[in-house]
C-alpha cells in the first residue's frame, strides 16, 4: 500500500514540475534556471508544511507518503539543480552558478522553515 500512495504521488509531482519549469522559464529571458530554483523552492515549502502538519499530529504518516515523498519527490529536482549550475560555470556564468547554490539553499530552507512554522501556527 505504501509504495502506491508513493507512485500516486509521484504521478502528479513529475508532470507539475515539467509544467512549472517550462512556464516560469519563458517568462524570464537569462540564463539562470528560474524554473528549476521555483520548483524546488515550492517542494521545499510543501515539505517544511507537510513535516510540521505530521509532527502536531494534523497530518498522517500515508499523506506524508503521499505529498512527502510522492509528489515532492518528484517535484523537486536536484540533479538538475546540479547540472544546470554546472552548466553554468562551465558556460563561464559562474555569477549565475554561484548564486544558483546560495539562492537556492537559502530560499529552500527559508520556505521548509516557513512551511513548518505556518503547520505549528495552523495545528498546534
Not at 504521488?9 to 515539467?18: F, H, L, Q, T, W
Not at 530552507?109 to 505556518?118: I, R, T, W, Y
Request: hydrophobic letters at 50%.
Amino acid at each position: 500500500m505504501n509504495w502506491l500512495l508513493v507512485i500516486c504521488g509521484a504521478v502528479v509531482g513529475a508532470p507539475m514540475r515539467y509544467l512549472t519549469d517550462r512556464a516560469v522559464q519563458k517568462r524570464h529571458d537569462t540564463v539562470f534556471p528560474w524554473g528549476t530554483f521555483t520548483v524546488n523552492v515550492v517542494g521545499c515549502l510543501i515539505l517544511g508544511l507537510l513535516s510540521g502538519a505530521v509532527a502536531t499530529g494534523a497530518a498522517s504518516s500515508h499523506v506524508q507518503l503521499l505529498l512527502g515523498t510522492g509528489l515532492c519527490g518528484a517535484l523537486t529536482t536536484y540533479s538538475t539543480f546540479s547540472y544546470e549550475t554546472l552548466r553554468l560555470a562551465e558556460d563561464g556564468a559562474r555569477f549565475f552558478a554561484a548564486a544558483n547554490v546560495v539562492a537556492s539553499v537559502v530560499a529552500g530552507l527559508g520556505a521548509a522553515f516557513v512551511g513548518v512554522s505556518c503547520a505549528e501556527a495552523l495545528w498546534a
